[in-house]
Structure formats: structure tokens, C-alpha cells
């Protein structure tokens, strides 16, 4: 239980490392599928690297069930990533940032639908907290989530499915196989990058080739560390923590290290994750 934890507190520093490069990248990389595809072949790499280089044992069983499981993994991470953009252009950040954040309900219903994993009333509360606070954080003046389009729909349940393939993979695939299942997941991604590189005409500028390494590096560890979370911790714990727990690491950085000044309702949110993050894991 405790490493579990420390799995789960790791994946979450790794996720927040994330937010923090992109950040200082925002203004140095021009290319950003080229960067995104620097991101994706550190990632596959370190797979690689974890799973000693079987990448095809011929002795695993259910070998074509981890690639496929992966391939879909890795297709998610990509039109998440390429609906964010999109959404970003046509509907704000705004809107795109609570969609996209509010992903997590997606794998909390499966959690409680497919796996049978029903939290106690104190988690749910703890839950209902969360997403209360997402909306806080993200809230402007002005904006309604009434004007939703079919787009962020769709951001919602890629980015919301692709966290919950490693739950998926972890109680349907061979979960001893995690690595690989990372390995073909990052493989994916990476060839439709290359894809998409090719019909953009987009080149690899050196800061996107340095800054799409420096994101990879977490990006890889945030994704091994919440598999490993998973094997232990029920999912409905597990998402919510590491999605809102992400969200305080993120501003908590930001403060400290970009001189943001939050609103009043920012810290109140804050304070309502903190609630939040004790109610989830009681």
C-alpha cells in the first residue's frame, strides 16, 4: 500500500513536470508535432529500455493483445493531444482546459461500471469536490459550458479513454507485460507524429528536439508510475487523485516558479482540492 502511494505521488510530480516544460517551452519551440514526436521516441526508447529490449518475445503470451491495446493507447494520446489544439483555436482555453480536465470522469465510470470499484460516500464526496474545483480554477467571467460542441465532447473521452487504457490493459491484458504495453503504445503515437510531420511539411527545429526530449522523459514515467499505481490502488481513487493532486502540483509551480498570482477562487479552489485529495484516500 505504502509504495503504491509513493507509484501514485510519483506519477503525479512526473505529470506536473510535464505542464512545467511545456510551459518554458511555449516560447522557444516553433514545431510543435515535431516536438510532440521528439516526446513520443524518448518515450518508446525508455519502453524499450525497461522492457530489455524483448520488444517481440516470442514466449509472452497474449503478445498481440499488449501491441493492440498499446496501438489504441497510443492513437488516444494523440487525438487528445490534437483535439486539445483544435479546441484551443475554436473554443478558448478556457473551455478546452475544463474539458479536457474533466476527462476523469470517464475512467471513474468505467472504475465503477466495468471493474466493479464503488467508492465509499466519503470518496464520492471527495470526487464531487474535485470536479468542483476544476471548474473553479478554470472559471472566467462570461464563459458557459453551454455552448459545448461535439469537439470537446470527443477531447473529453480521448483524453479521458487513454487514462483509463492502463486500468483497462491492468484487469484485461497481460499485466505482466506493462513495459511493452507502454513500449507499443509510444510507438503508436510516434508513427501517426511522423504522419502527421510528413503531410504538414513541418520541420524538426533543435528546440523542439531538446524540449520534445525533456518532456518524454516525465511523460514515460508519469504513464509507468500510474500503471504501477493501478496494479495496487482501486481506479476510483487513483484518477481523481492524480488528476486534481496534478492540478495543485501545476499551480503550486507556477506561483513559485513563473510569479503567477492567483484570483481568490483559485485559492479556494486549491483549498477544495486539499479537502478533496484527503477525502478520496480515506
Given at each position: 500500500m505504502i509504495f503504491s502511494m509513493i507509484d501514485l505521488i510519483l506519477a503525479i510530480i512526473s505529470s506536473a513536470l510535464i505542464a512545467v516544460i511545456m510551459r518554458i517551452s511555449s516560447r522557444r519551440v516553433q514545431g510543435r508535432i515535431g516536438m510532440l514526436a521528439a516526446n513520443y521516441l524518448t518515450c518508446l526508447f525508455l519502453g524499450a529500455w525497461y522492457a530489455g529490449f524483448r520488444l517481440f518475445p516470442a514466449d509472452a503470451p497474449g503478445l498481440a493483445v499488449t501491441a493492440g491495446m498499446g496501438a489504441v493507447n497510443g492513437i488516444l494520446y494523440l487525438a487528445g493531444f490534437m483535439l486539445l489544439q483544435y479546441n484551443t483555436r475554436k473554443n478558448g482555453v478556457?473551455?478546452?482546459?475544463v474539458f479536457m480536465k474533466l476527462g476523469l470522469?470517464?475512467?471513474?465510470?468505467?472504475?465503477i461500471f466495468l471493474f466493479g470499484e464503488i467508492p465509499t460516500l466519503l470518496q464520492w464526496t471527495g470526487f464531487l469536490l474535485a470536479v468542483g474545483a476544476i471548474l473553479l480554477i478554470n472559471y472566467e467571467k462570461g464563459t458557459s459550458l453551454s455552448g459545448a460542441k461535439l469537439p470537446l465532447i470527443l477531447m473529453l473521452l480521448a483524453g479521458g479513454l487513454g487514462d483509463?487504457?492502463?486500468k483497462i490493459f491492468e484487469v484485461y491484458g497481460p499485466g505482466e507485460q506493462g513495459d511493452l504495453f507502454l513500449f507499443y503504445t509510444?510507438?503508436?503515437?510516434?508513427?501517426?507524429?511522423l504522419l502527421l510531420i510528413i503531410r504538414n511539411k513541418e520541420g524538426f527545429d533543435k528546440f523542439a528536439l531538446l524540449f520534445g526530449v525533456l518532456v518524454g522523459i516525465p511523460n514515460f514515467f508519469s504513464a509507468k508510475f500510474l500503471l504501477m499505481a493501478l496494479g495496487e490502488l482501486p481506479a476510483v481513487i487513483v484518477y481523481p487523485t492524480y488528476s486534481v493532486a496534478t492540478i495543485l502540483v501545476v499551480t503550486l509551480a507556477g506561483i513559485g516558479l513563473f510569479g503567477e498570482r492567483l484570483k481568490k477562487k483559485q485559492w479556494l479552489a486549491l483549498v477544495v482540492i486539499l479537502v478533496a485529495l484527503i477525502m478520496l484516500n480515506f
Amino acid at each position: 500500500m505504502i509504495f503504491s502511494m509513493i507509484d501514485l505521488i510519483l506519477a503525479i510530480i512526473s505529470s506536473a513536470l510535464i505542464a512545467v516544460i511545456m510551459r518554458i517551452s511555449s516560447r522557444r519551440v516553433q514545431g510543435r508535432i515535431g516536438m510532440l514526436a521528439a516526446n513520443y521516441l524518448t518515450c518508446l526508447f525508455l519502453g524499450a529500455w525497461y522492457a530489455g529490449f524483448r520488444l517481440f518475445p516470442a514466449d509472452a503470451p497474449g503478445l498481440a493483445v499488449t501491441a493492440g491495446m498499446g496501438a489504441v493507447n497510443g492513437i488516444l494520446y494523440l487525438a487528445g493531444f490534437m483535439l486539445l489544439q483544435y479546441n484551443t483555436r475554436k473554443n478558448g482555453v478556457v473551455l478546452s482546459s475544463v474539458f479536457m480536465k474533466l476527462g476523469l470522469l470517464v475512467p471513474m465510470v468505467l472504475s465503477i461500471f466495468l471493474f466493479g470499484e464503488i467508492p465509499t460516500l466519503l470518496q464520492w464526496t471527495g470526487f464531487l469536490l474535485a470536479v468542483g474545483a476544476i471548474l473553479l480554477i478554470n472559471y472566467e467571467k462570461g464563459t458557459s459550458l453551454s455552448g459545448a460542441k461535439l469537439p470537446l465532447i470527443l477531447m473529453l473521452l480521448a483524453g479521458g479513454l487513454g487514462d483509463a487504457m492502463s486500468k483497462i490493459f491492468e484487469v484485461y491484458g497481460p499485466g505482466e507485460q506493462g513495459d511493452l504495453f507502454l513500449f507499443y503504445t509510444f510507438v503508436g503515437a510516434f508513427l501517426l507524429c511522423l504522419l502527421l510531420i510528413i503531410r504538414n511539411k513541418e520541420g524538426f527545429d533543435k528546440f523542439a528536439l531538446l524540449f520534445g526530449v525533456l518532456v518524454g522523459i516525465p511523460n514515460f514515467f508519469s504513464a509507468k508510475f500510474l500503471l504501477m499505481a493501478l496494479g495496487e490502488l482501486p481506479a476510483v481513487i487513483v484518477y481523481p487523485t492524480y488528476s486534481v493532486a496534478t492540478i495543485l502540483v501545476v499551480t503550486l509551480a507556477g506561483i513559485g516558479l513563473f510569479g503567477e498570482r492567483l484570483k481568490k477562487k483559485q485559492w479556494l479552489a486549491l483549498v477544495v482540492i486539499l479537502v478533496a485529495l484527503i477525502m478520496l484516500n480515506f
